[in-house]
């Protein structure tokens, strides 16, 4: 049952959260299956220490229901889907799983840029393709934000695979290739100029960590001449880009004025409540600290930064538990590269190096569609390595 719902998410999540919800939820109940593991998985307790903690500062939150629905969306969106990945532990499957979660994306990203140029529907069922909300960009049934980091997510993926696995035949190679330098541009049509920074900075890491193992210079430089061309001719008939890309200032740009305020907010909301914050989501509907911005004064959801929102809504204990979360989620996937030569861990480093810089100037990790993925991958990433590392352990102490 548990491989059935893992096969459903990595099917439905690329079409609607509300899919992902259902799915990774029903795992829940098969919990008990994977306790032992789980509870030795420092990841999965901090994941429950930073939810027991924002679940305690609902109780004395001035807006309670509003504030326990924000811990209920990080509840949703980080807890069942890691449970969900991490139940599953033979390799082939974890690649059946993965390719079938890439490819299902992909065909979704594809409509969608066909959409963006008017060859397919905006809409379908209602979910936008492309065009919709405030900018006329590509969406994939997703926000524009969210979309580019699951772009810089996938070609990450791809990326590794194609720079780092010895033993691809020639046809794969392709594919993988034409894969990754599709989810660049596609990341280029969203417009997410915060995504845009990381994922060049994602992409320069990957590029000097193969440099620096296998030597091989050749297929970045194909890909990067290749992406940087397409984009280029993109660029020079995209109206809509050039003007976001040539407003990219502060006194020309209303975006960014946003996020500054939203980081005045959430320092005069430090200033006042350092230690705990002022609850989950409180930080955008409390007037006394609103008022220094027109931004917020008609409520919003949030910060427009990860950390200055966990730091408003959390204070400094709540920072302090999501750093020690990143840090171990980064210590366990570089043990699983490095004891179990895992190509999905290594992506997973750059994916997560990705999405921290993104939420410099957003809040995906909230939830729920992108938060789903990450702790998903993650778990199933992550997934039976324990036990794996328990067996040799007992026989080195043989």
Not at 25 to 44: A, C, H
Not at 208 to 228: A, E, N, R
Request: glycine share 8%.
């Amino acid at each position: 049952m548990e491989l059935l719902l893992n096969y459903l998410f990595s099917i439905g999540i690329a079409f609607s959260h509300v899919l992902g919800y259902i799915f990774s939820g029903l795992s829940v109940f098969f919990i008990y299956k994977n306790w032992n593991n789980l509870k030795r998985e420092k990841i999965f307790l901090l994941i429950m220490l930073f939810l027991v903690y924002g679940f305690i500062l609902s109780f004395f939150s001035y807006d309670k229901q509003t504030s326990f629905d924000e811990m209920f969306n990080y509840l949703a969106s980080w807890f069942p889907p890691f449970v969900l990945g991490y139940y599953i532990v033979d390799e082939t499957k974890k690649y059946k799983i993965i390719i079938i979660n890439i490819s299902i994306f992909t065909v979704i990203v594809f409509f969608s840029i066909l959409a963006y140029y008017n060859l397919f529907y905006k809409e379908i069922f209602g979910l936008p393709l492309a065009g919709s909300g405030l900018y006329g960009h590509i969406n994939a049934f997703l926000w524009h934000i969210s979309l580019g980091a699951m772009c810089v997510m996938m070609s990450s993926i791809t990326l590794v695979f194609l720079l780092f696995k010895q033993d691809l035949n020639n046809k794969r190679k392709i594919i993988l290739f034409v894969l990754s330098v599709f989810f660049v541009v596609a990341l280029f049509l969203t417009g997410s100029r915060g995504y845009y920074l990381a994922g060049f900075i994602t992409y320069s890491s990957i590029f000097f960590f193969c440099f620096y193992k296998t030597k091989q210079i050749k297929i970045i430089l194909l890909f990067m001449l290749l992406s940087g061309l397409i984009i280029g001719i993109l660029y020079s008939k995209n109206h809509f880009i050039q003007e976001r890309m040539q407003n990219t200032s502060i006194a020309q740009e209303g975006s960014l004025q946003t996020r500054i305020n939203g980081y005045r907010i959430s320092f005069a909301i430090f200033k006042n409540h350092p230690i705990f914050g002022v609850g989950p989501r409180q930080g955008v509907i409390q007037k006394e600290f609103i008022e220094i911005s027109k931004d917020y004064s008609n409520g919003a959801r949030h910060l427009h930064s990860m950390y200055i929102n966990i730091l408003a809504d959390f204070g400094i204990v709540g920072i302090i538990i999501f750093g020690f979360l990143v840090f171990f989620i980064f210590k366990r996937l570089i043990y699983v590269y490095k004891q179990h030569n895992s190509l999905f861990a290594l992506a997973l480093i750059f994916c997560w190096i990705s999405v921290l810089i993104g939420d410099n100037f957003d809040t995906v990790l909230r939830g729920p569609r992108v938060a789903m993925d990450y702790f998903w991958l993650t778990g199933l990433v992550l997934g039976g390595t324990l036990i794996n590392s328990k067996k040799e352990d007992k026989n080195n102490e043989k």
